[in-house]
């Protein structure tokens, strides 16, 4: 069954973020997820809540989805968007 990460990201140190881009593109093609988001308009359909940026990932499975995340990959990836942006993510399970 397929997983997904979604991630609402509020970038607060834009140049600094770019190094984040950088550092988890390696990590998502690492570990083969697909990108199906990553930022693009978002528009408000109901109620209130209005990201500045969504992602969202694919991946095999929830085990993939954690793999990646705890990868020394993204590790890396975590550690330069220190400072740079306040990440709100979760693991979802498909169908």
Do not use: N
Not at 14 to 28: D, F, N, T, V
Not at 31 to 51: Q, T
Not at 52 to 73: G, T
Request: hydrophobic share 50%; glycine share 6%.
């Amino acid at each position: 069954m397929s997983a997904y990460i979604i991630a609402h990201v509020d970038v607060t140190d834009p140049q600094q973020y770019e190094q984040y881009k950088a550092l988890s593109s390696q990590a998502i093609a690492a570990h083969g997820a697909e990108v199906c988001i990553r930022g693009g308009a978002v528009e408000v359909l109901e109620g209130d809540w209005s990201p500045s940026r969504i992602v969202l990932l694919k991946f095999p499975d929830m085990a993939a989805a954690h793999a990646f995340y705890d990868s020394a990959e993204y590790e890396l990836a975590r550690q330069a968007r220190a400072g740079a942006a306040v990440m709100r993510m979760i693991a979802v399970q498909g169908v």
